[in-house]
Nanobody
């Protein structure tokens, strides 16, 4: 059973920083990429940042220069460092992973349970 467990959300003032962590556990053969999505209340879930197993990163335009995604392949963990936070960054943040549980299976998508980030003005 694969699980993605997020931590690090909370309440912060505008201009502050938070660091989110996501650890994948269970029977995992290979992780192709991991990512962070966010979903403001009443809105759709959107990509924030992603990182491939080779270290290639991708960011949404509105977080470039403020957020940094990183990963530790050995620990099957990804991090999202969020700086200069704005009230519009307020959302539930979800960890995502594309991984396979055996060498002869396909890559499947997995999601964490979400962690709330609230930025006060």
């Amino acid at each position: 059973q694969v699980q993605l467990v997020e931590s690090g959300g909370g309440l912060v003032e505008a201009g502050g920083s938070l660091r989110l962590s996501c650890a994948a556990s269970g029977s995992i053969y290979d992780i192709r990429n991991m990512a962070w999505y966010r979903q403001p209340s009443g809105k759709q879930r959107v990509l924030v940042a992603s990182i491939s197993s080779g270290g290639t990163t991708n960011y949404a335009d509105d977080v470039k220069g403020r957020f940094t995604i990183s990963g530790d392949n050995a620990k099957k963990t990804t991090y999202l460092e969020m700086n200069s936070l704005k009230p519009e960054d307020t959302a539930a943040y979800y960890c995502y992973a594309a991984l396979k549980i055996r060498f002869n299976t396909s890559y499947r998508q997995y999601w964490g349970q979400g962690t709330q980030v609230t930025v006060s003005s």
